[in-house]
């Protein structure tokens, strides 16, 4: 089955099941076939047959979680060699089948404590585990053979019929192997409980979470089984709260070992907080705190892949040292790569970390998904910044071409038309004096018609661009616009110093705008104008007692002024409730300090 894999297939369900069942079966008529006199109590009993049940229920969930399969046939392999001594009562008359049950009566010993020597990676790596595997093997098996060829009736715990695979009745040898077997499997027991348990003292904290509650129950299992073996070896009855706290603590191996491969399994859903935490980018500061702690590992350090100087560097720019980006006894060196092969980073981290595969690919996902994310973020920010430079370049450009022709306008045109106009008032004047009334008229309605051409051609100019925002600033332009309105405005303009023209002209064109939407659309009899500099920025409120219901889309030239606002980094605000009249509301930043007045 492939680790890791959510649902059981049929054929392990169906194995649970049956294990189950022969265990219960097992339990039960062992009980029914004791004398009265001589069974257990129904407490230690039902107990006992827990314990099988126990190891089969994490079984199931070792086979949907686990690294390797082996950790799930340990444990069914248990609850088939979990053989109650009662039941020998049972099938004393087999004599073909007790002496089998008895030459693997402690093999569920040997697999839970295999059990244990592959905790958490589910497989043997390591020389001591492979040799305490082979060395329990070995004696399992001379234990085997010593029980079916030397075993006799009186040597199982019930009225056995005689035993047909006994070669020779040597109760010395036999005796020796029984008891040599037991002494054998409570030191090796012993021998994993100390090592796991100096392993857990040692070893760092990723490596204390990881072994989790597996050395304390192993250590409760392998004491308790030595005193037993010792009792045995001693032909005495072990005492009844021995006997329970081994069943306690054998039914703790199973659970700790799921509960050790649930956390570590956990911690790979903690990538997904990684990458919440490091979404918008990578800072390499943030990115190795937030790795230690997502991996409960203080000793983790992150080395960044320089291309300018060839070489690994750490989050403040020094270079790293050969000694730190190789891997040591204690740590492991995970490198991080982009699809193309380029290198981006070097994890250093703790060795125990190793063994959690799919965690470290998650982690090299998370690194190498938040430098792409960096990277883009980085991309659309310098994009969206040559948008906002270029469209403030696109209104720069425009105020200038606007004051072009309006200083065209003003020295070509409107200088000629005056021109014009004084020879048509000489003309005139001489057509008076020569007696010609009806020339002089003429030339008078010229003159007229050309002062209307004149005055609807300053109104042009200084729609395109008023002289007065030019010389006086928003503090004579404003007072003189809001006089040109039909509506009374009241006027509080304090721009202490002129602004940036670009600013000047922005906002002088939003409050015309405005000024011409309350006088066109309102139906206000009274309008306020106020222009602040507050804070680093230019605030513009105008106001209306009108009709309200105003909306940004009715028109374009709102728009226009809406986005002559946005290029210059400000904001605008409508509130308009019907019935309340109308408040606009700008924000401009002030880039730079004020120009002098």
Not at 90 to 113: H, K, S, Y
Not at 239 to 251: C, E, G, H, K, Q
Request: charge should be negative; include cysteine.
């Amino acid at each position: 089955m492939e680790p890791g894999r959510e649902r059981l297939s049929p054929a392990q369900l169906a194995i649970l099941v049956g294990v189950f069942v022969l265990s219960v079966v097992m339990e039960v008529t062992g009980f029914l076939a004791t004398p009265s006199a001589d069974r257990e109590e129904v407490s230690y009993a039902t107990l006992h047959a827990v314990v099988p049940a126990v190891f089969l229920v994490c079984a199931g969930v070792a086979w949907r979680i686990g690294p390797t399969p082996m950790p799930a046939r340990l444990m069914v392999t248990f609850a088939v060699l979990w053989i109650p001594q009662s039941f020998y009562q049972a099938i004393e008359q087999a004599g073909w089948l007790w002496p089998i049950l008895l030459g693997v009566d402690l093999g569920w010993a040997v697999a839970a404590g295999i059990l244990v020597l592959v905790y958490p990676r589910g497989w043997l790596d390591d020389a001591f585990d492979r040799w305490v595997a082979g060395i329990a093997l070995v004696a399992s098996f001379v234990n085997l053979l010593g029980k079916i060829l030397l075993a006799g009736p009186g040597d199982a715990p019930c009225e056995c019929a005689p035993n047909p695979y006994q070669i020779a009745e040597l109760p010395g040898l036999y005796t020796f192997i029984d008891s040599g077997y037991r002494l054998i499997g409570a030191a090796l027991l012993l021998a994993i409980a100390v090592r796991l348990l100096v392993r857990w003292v040692r070893g760092s904290v990723p490596a204390r979470i990881v072994a989790f509650l597996m050395p304390l129950a192993i250590l409760i299992w392998g004491v308790t089984v030595a005193a037993q073996a010792v009792t045995y070896a001693a032909s005495t009855t072990a005492d009844m709260v021995l006997r329970t706290v081994s069943l306690f603590a054998m039914a703790s191996i199973p659970v700790s070992f799921v509960a050790g491969i649930s956390h570590t399994r956990n911690l790979r859903g903690r990538v997904a907080d990684l990458m919440r935490i490091t979404r918008e980018g990578t800072d390499r500061g943030l990115w190795a705190d937030s790795l230690a702690r997502v991996l409960r590992d203080a000793s983790v350090r992150v080395y960044w892949w320089d291309e300018e100087r060839g070489a690994y560097i750490d989050a403040d720019g020094e270079l790293a040292e050969p000694t730190d980006v190789e891997g040591r006894s204690a740590h492991s060196i995970l490198p991080v790569s982009s699809p193309q092969g380029v290198p981006i980073a070097l994890i250093r981290h703790d060795r125990v970390l190793t063994e959690n595969s799919r965690l470290l690919e998650g982690v090299s996902s998370a690194l190498r998904l938040s430098v792409d994310n960096g990277r883009l973020r980085s991309e659309v920010e310098r994009t969206l910044q040559q948008v906002r430079d270029s469209r403030q370049r696109i209104v720069e450009a425009g105020v200038e071409a606007r004051r072009r022709i309006e200083r065209d306008l003003h020295d070509g045109a409107q200088q000629q038309l005056v021109a014009l106009g004084m020879k048509l008032r000489v003309a005139a004047n001489r057509a008076g004096q020569a007696g010609q009334p009806e020339l002089k008229a003429d030339l008078e309605d010229a003159i007229a018609a050309l002062n209307q051409g004149l005055r609807e051609l300053r109104e042009l100019a200084h729609g395109i661009h008023p002289s007065l925002l030019v010389t006086g600033g928003l503090t004579l332009a404003v007072p003189e616009l809001a006089g040109r309105s039909p509506v009374p405005v009241e006027v509080d303009v304090q721009a202490e110093g002129r602004l940036p023209e670009i600013i000047e002209s922005t906002a002088y064109f939003a409050i015309a705008e405005f000024l011409a939407n309350v006088g066109k659309h309102s139906h206000a009899t009274r309008a306020w104008v106020r222009a602040h500099v507050l804070d680093g920025e230019l605030l513009i409120v105008v106001r209306d007692n009108g009709r309200g219901g105003a909306s940004l889309d009715a028109g374009s030239g709102v728009q226009g002024i809406v986005d002559r606002i946005d290029a210059v980094g400000g904001t605008l605000e409508l509130e308009s409730p019907a019935g309340a009249g109308t408040t606009v509301t700008v924000r401009i930043p002030l880039r730079g300090s004020l120009l002098p007045a």
